[in-house]
Nanobody, 120 residues
Framework: QVQVVESGGGQVQPGGSLRLSCAAS????????MSWYRQAPGKERELVAT????????NYADSVKGRFTLSRDNAKNTVYLQMNSLKPEDTAVYYC?????????????WGQGTQVTVSS
């Protein structure tokens, strides 16, 4: 019943923008930390951005600072990643992760990913 589903990926030219969405259900989204990760072919998965909680301060990887913005809408159980000034090296599968602690223990829910391709 837990679902984390990314959408919004696609192909854009260098310098373009995309807005990714992550729709979640089956858990208490408003109390969950949320992260975006990405993984390019032949590369390790890297953390892009993390929001510790709703209203918490979001931290970004140095590679995306000033270009990417994470936001969340608890009423819609959705987290977003606005990506501007995209570069070819941003090409990757982008994953959304919900995580945190509940009374039953730590939880960690991953989406299936959405492809972002930045090329001319």
């Amino acid at each position: 019943q837990v679902q984390v589903v990314e959408s919004g990926g696609g192909q854009v030219q260098p310098g373009g923008s995309l807005r990714l969405s992550c729709a979640a259900s089956g858990f208490t989204f408003s109390r969950s930390a949320m992260s975006w990760y990405r993984q390019a072919p032949g590369k390790e998965r890297e953390l892009v951005a993390t929001s510790p909680s709703a209203g918490g301060r979001t931290n970004y990887a140095d590679s995306v600072k000033g270009r990417f913005t994470l936001s969340r809408d608890n009423a819609k159980n959705t987290v977003y990643l606005q990506m501007n000034s995209l570069k070819p090296e941003d090409t990757a599968v982008y994953y959304c992760k919900a995580f945190g602690w509940a009374t039953t223990g730590y939880y960690d829910y991953w989406g299936q990913g959405t492809q972002v391709t930045v090329s001319s």
